[in-house]
């Protein structure tokens, strides 16, 4: 059963420390602290920037961009079309068949019993069973919800917007939107969707929190909970 587990990349406190070991040998104490300075450096000359560049009381007060929200909203409606458009095209297949049993157990005995050493956690299967709870055991509603999250880690690029700058977070957010392969993760019942849009919304909650945006309502909800 260790064995097993080890065979599957888990990792334990052993494994970190030997990680440690091995990079205080190779850099040094020294050059660390030197990595360490130089990395708060450029966190500081970032928010200096970011500063420089456009105060939040500032851009609070402009006036609204009709041509910005006109092409946000197109490339959020392209996104969301790719994703949900003909969603039972394919049946469940591949690693879809394995959460489609997790979820079907979840939702029929109302238990789940996670196994470290082949599967990942619950989220997933939490989330989809709110949407089978309402529209159904269903190919359209399983896979909904996680397409919902590759329109909504669009619709999360256009908030860096401040950072990018319009030219550049339209175009990423349009490239995102027509990528091949988010357009399929999107569609296909596994986590990585999820992992994705969670990663970019790090990244953006970082680059807010260094900018000292006030966190919202939503944000100081979630850290309660």
């Known amino acids: 059963?260790?064995?097993r587990r080890m065979s599957m990349?888990?990792?334990?406190?052993?494994?970190?420390?030997?990680?440690?070991?091995v990079v205080v040998l190779i850099f040094g104490t020294k050059k660390l602290r030197n990595i360490g300075q130089d990395l708060g450096g450029a966190v500081k000359g970032f928010k200096e920037g970011v500063k420089g560049a456009e105060d939040p009381a500032d851009a609070a007060k402009e006036p609204v961009d009709i041509g910005w929200l006109?092409?946000?909203?197109?490339?959020?409606?392209?996104?969301?079309?790719?994703?949900?458009?003909w969603l039972d095209l394919k049946p469940f297949h591949h690693d879809e068949g394995v959460n489609g049993f997790f979820l079907t157990t979840l939702f029929r005995s109302g238990t789940y019993h996670y196994d470290p050493a082949n599967y990942h956690?619950?989220?997933?299967?939490?989330?989809?069973?709110?949407?089978a709870k309402v529209f159904g055991l269903e190919t359209i509603p399983v896979r909904s919800s996680v397409a919902i999250f590759g329109v909504l880690t669009v619709v999360l690029t256009l908030f860096l917007k401040r950072y990018l700058g319009k030219i550049g977070t339209l175009s990423a957010a349009l490239f995102l939107a027509l990528s091949p392969g988010m357009v399929y993760i999107s569609r296909y019942f596994i986590h990585e969707m999820f992992f994705v849009f969670c990663s970019l919304a790090f990244v953006v909650a970082i680059?807010?929190?260094?900018?000292?945006?006030?966190?919202?309502?939503?944000?100081a909800v979630w850290m309660v909970s």
């Open 121 to 131: 956690g619950p989220t997933l299967y939490y989330i989809a069973l709110a949407f």
């Open 9 to 21: 990349g888990s990792t334990s406190w052993v494994h970190w420390v030997i990680l440690l070991v």
């Open 70 to 85: 006109l092409n946000s909203a197109a490339i959020t409606a392209v996104a969301a079309f790719l994703r949900f458009y």
């Open 1 to 3: 059963r260790a064995a």
């Open 207 to 219: 680059v807010y929190f260094i900018d000292k945006r006030k966190a919202g309502p939503f944000a």
